[in-house]
């Protein structure tokens, strides 16, 4: 016996719609790239993302189509998320800090047929125009004077379109598996590969992550900024979580100065924001020097990398916030939740610690488990370490283009890349990235550890951990670090520090002091830079 059949499909639309109808009046806000703060309706953007869908059918681009955006968090670009997938087309999200080289490769590789851009990603689009071989419309983001210089063809204005567009445009109904939106990873160990997320993967993944985020008290409307960009992860599901929570959403566009970021939080009343650490660093040392506290902000999201201990304790004893880790990766967004379980958020402040600084814990819709370097399955003891898989609802089995480069391992199980390990509650700690652990002599150092007791000390800013290549013990850790200004600290002093804090064979044999750390396109320590410059 079978069910009265569900006709309707999960589609990104039907939130735009939904915000529209039950809480129309909601805004969301951006800083352009001009600077100039912009804000319309949730019913002011669906019937503008209506109108675009419609201009951009009338124009032959619809289902199974490609339309690439290379530009920072606008209102424009929230409205993309809804107009492209909207019409049964794929949104493929470009990262602006990536080297030229790999930007025109992944749109390339994606076969986009339709590239939009704003004025700060203007001067990118010029230099790789030529080489885009599939691109057969150029659709600038901005005021029409904006881009009366452009060195592109066939550009289009954004704004031209909306004009353009049927107000009495319906969403099409069409299968849920469509693909709505392309990410590629950041290519940190060889080519970006193109990661594809459906309908359907986005609005569970959507529906899941709002109901196990940690939020405000009941009845009281979220504002929520977000710090991470559209094209990282599809800023962590803001543009799907704000219209379905009915929350006003923020984004600061191209301005991360913390000033402005600060203003931003300040003016729109801002009650959480998700950002990876390196941001979160930059708004606390600002704060500090600047003597500011924030009136309306309570939650902070944080993912990416694990945040240091004296920021996690900055961002909760100083600044008041209730701080959250989640983890996931473009292969796998929104895997785990940084909600704490009830009895541990009741916990004294040192023992609640011990729970904020795991990367959360698994949540329905994701199952997380650890195991050998055979395969098999560990324990969730909180002590067994090993390599981290995931299966779920939202996660991919192949790379765009490389259906034989399988994401999975033999058991069906998405290949991480991370060592962790699991508690019986589900909550997971990283431990290391499979490549960055060092194995000396027949035992595991995590990198990730030794960064984070090298950061408890006063002097050092930023911390990095690479194996070197050791005749007795196979491999040796090396720590480089970055010291606060004014700092005068030196090696040896670092080492003594860390003696009392770790096993005795983990101390690091050599401690590199440098002016600056490189970072990745995502803004995490590129260690494959490092290990080029010291081993």
């Keep these: 016996m079978s069910g009265v059949p569900i006709e309707e499909q999960l589609l990104l639309p039907r939130l735009l719609s939904y915000a529209s109808r039950c809480h129309g009046e909601i805004e969301v806000v951006a800083r352009d790239t001009s600077g100039e703060i912009c804000r319309q309706t949730y019913a002011q953007t669906e019937l503008r993302a209506r109108r675009l869908a419609s201009s951009l059918i009338a124009r032959g681009y619809g289902h199974g189509t490609k339309l690439a955006v290379l530009a920072w968090n606008t209102i424009r670009y929230f409205e993309l998320f809804y107009s492209v997938p909207g019409i049964g087309a794929a949104l493929h999200t470009v990262n602006p800090r990536l080297f030229i080289d790999q930007i025109d490769y992944i749109i390339n590789d994606a076969c986009d047929s339709v590239l939009f851009f704003d004025g700060a990603t203007l001067p990118i689009v010029e230099q790789i125009a030529e080489r885009l071989t599939n691109v057969k419309t ?181 600044y008041g916030l209730d701080v959250s880790q989640s983890w996931g990766m473009t292969e796998a967004p929104n895997a785990s939740s940084g909600a704490l379980k009830p009895e541990h958020n009741k916990l004294p402040s040192d023992a609640k610690l011990t729970y904020r600084e795991k990367a959360g814990r698994e949540i329905f819709g994701m199952r997380l488990r650890i195991v050998d370097d055979q395969g098999h399955e560990l324990a969730r003891d909180g002590r067994a370490v090993g390599h981290l898989r995931v299966r779920g609802l939202w996660t991919p089995h192949t790379y765009i283009n490389y259906p034989d480069r399988a994401a999975l391992d033999a058991d069906g199980w998405l290949v991480t890349g991370d060592v962790a390990t699991i508690d019986s509650d589900g909550y997971v700690q990283i431990v290391d990235r499979a490549k960055d652990v060092i194995k000396s002599g027949g035992e595991w150092i995590s990198s990730v550890e030794l960064e984070r007791i090298a950061m408890l000390h006063p002097d050092v800013e930023r911390a990095a951990v690479i194996a070197v290549d050791d005749e007795r013990w196979g491999e040796r850790p090396m720590l480089i670090v970055t010291l606060h200004a004014a700092a005068k600290a030196d090696a040896q002093q670092i080492i003594e520090f860390m003696r009392p804090r770790i096993a005795r064979w983990w101390a690091p044999d050599t401690v590199k002091i440098v002016d600056a750390i490189p970072t990745t396109a995502t803004g995490k320590i590129n260690k494959v830079a490092l290990r080029k410059r010291f081993t």
């Design 138 to 318: 150029f659709v600038a983001m901005g005021a029409r004077g904006e881009f009366a210089e452009a060195k592109i063809p066939n550009v289009v204005l954004y704004e031209e379109l909306v004009e353009e567009g049927d107000a009495s445009y319906e969403w099409p109904e069409f299968d849920e598996k469509s693909a709505a939106v392309i990410c590629y990873t950041s290519g940190t160990t060889g080519a970006p590969k193109g990661v594809t997320y459906t309908h359907r993967s986005l609005m569970l993944s959507s529906l899941i992550g709002s109901a196990n985020m940690p939020g405000s008290p009941h009845g009281e409307r979220q504002v929520l900024l977000s710090l991470a960009p559209m094209f990282h992860a599809n800023a962590w599901n803001f543009p799907f979580m704000g219209p379905l929570t009915g929350s006003k959403v923020v984004f600061p566009g191209r301005d991360m100065r913390p000033e402005s970021l600060y203003e931003l939080i300040e003016a729109e009343a801002v009650t959480g924001a998700a950002g990876v650490p390196s941001i979160w660093r930059i708004i606390v040392d600002w704060l500090d020097c600047n003597g500011k506290r924030f009136s309306t902000m309570r939650q902070a999201f944080s993912a990416g990398s694990p945040l240091p201990t004296d920021l996690m304790k900055a961002l909760t004893e100083r």
